[in-house]
T-cell receptor, first 110, second 114 residues
């Protein structure tokens, strides 16, 4: 079983819609969770960090964490063509070592 | 976040040779990390590079194949030794932001081994 699993893509959404990305993790010792955005040919860019149960909002992005269910999600509101990228979910135990999911590719249709 | 640079940005190498990748940060950081991203795959941690001590390697990665140096708090190198086509990948360094577990990535080095 992979440590971090993401819902398989690709995910195609119309411009202006909400894109919903899901991630589950197997290690209950995981304490920190991250969403990275990776454009084709570029390195990953950190867009959200979440450490406590509940929601965390930053602009059009909302991260949700449920440690009891070992579940992390990312919502992208008012999706724009510039949001088209691969989104990587990552988890850390507190030792700075990140375990990454396989990624979900999002395409926003204009 | 820190400004991170890597050299070279890409290279094409012959099998059996070695390539050293450099990672430079514009501020002092305690921990630096080296990842590999194979074509179409996610990121896999190779090793953690701490200044003043030997690198800590993850399962499946060994020092003879991926020697790492960390001479100071702003610089690290990763060498890919005795390369084979299976080593063709993007190699990324990252640095952490203290007390937050957050990591920021360099632009990566795209390596092709023929």
């Amino acid at each position: 079983q992979k440590e971090v699993e993401q819902n398989s893509g690709p995910l195609s959404v119309p411009e202006g819609a909400i894109a919903s990305l899901n991630c589950t993790y197997s290690d209950r010792g995981s304490q920190s969770f991250f969403w990275y955005r990776q454009y084709s040919g570029k390195s990953p860019e950190l867009i959200m960090s979440i450490y406590s149960n509940g929601d965390k909002e930053d602009g059009r992005f909302t991260a949700q964490l449920n440690k009891a269910s070992q579940y992390v999600s990312l919502l992208i509101r008012d999706s724009q063509p510039s949001d088209s990228a691969t989104y990587l979910c990552a988890a850390a135990r507190g030792d700075y070592k990140l375990s990454f999911g396989a990624g979900t590719t999002v395409t926003v249709r204009a | 976040s820190a400004v991170i640079s890597q050299k070279p940005s890409r290279d094409i190498c012959q099998r059996g040779t070695s390539l050293t990748i450099q990672c430079q940060v514009d501020s002092q950081v305690t921990m630096m990390f080296w990842y590999r991203q194979q074509p179409g795959q996610s990121l896999t941690l190779i090793a953690t590079a701490n200044q003043g001590s030997e690198a800590t390697y993850e399962s499946g990665f060994v020092i003879d194949k991926f020697p790492i140096s960390r001479p100071n708090l702003t610089f690290s190198t990763l060498t890919v030794s005795n390369m084979s086509p299976e080593d063709s990948s993007i190699y990324l360094c990252s640095v952490e932001r203290r007390m937050a577990d957050e990591q920021f990535f360099g632009p990566g080095t795209r390596l092709t081994v023929l």
